[in-house]
């Protein structure tokens, strides 16, 4: 099992940056798949980007592809996301998620998630 903490949200300006973080219990992260996904109000839960367990490759979804990048540190126990020129649309509830096969964009597909943390982006 793991257990998992998002932290690094926040209140910033379109054209910002954050870097959202996800640190993760047990000794086993580093077998895990790791998922960064979003919540917008009144919308569904949806992919952002993606880790395999060592970190040698990645996914995104088309329409962060070049703003996001996700990361990984196994001997720290976190995945982190790094969110660069921010827009409004952007604004949602991060979630990170932790599944044991590998890649998939399905929110359902995913065994492990945090409890979120808010990103708000003004205009």
């Known amino acids: 099992q793991v257990q998992l903490v998002e932290s690094g949200g926040g209140l910033v300006q379109a054209g910002g940056s954050l870097r959202l973080a996800c640190a993760a219990s047990?000794?086993?992260?580093?077998?895990?798949?790791m998922g960064w996904f979003r919540q917008a109000p009144g919308k569904e839960r949806e992919f952002v980007a993606g880790?395999?367990?060592?970190?040698?490759?990645?996914y995104y979804a088309d329409s962060v592809k070049g703003r996001f990048t996700i990361s990984r540190d196994n001997a720290k126990n976190t995945v982190y996301l790094q969110i660069n020129n921010l827009k409004p649309e952007d604004t949602a509830v991060y979630y990170c998620?932790?599944?044991?096969?590998?890649?998939?964009?399905?929110?359902?597909?995913?065994?492990?998630w945090g409890q979120g943390t808010q990103v708000t982006v003004s205009s």
């Open positions: 998620a932790a599944r044991s096969m590998g890649y998939h964009t399905n929110w359902d597909m995913y065994g492990y």
């Open positions: 047990g000794r086993t992260f580093s077998r895990y798949y």
């Open positions: 880790i395999s367990a060592s970190g040698g490759s990645t």
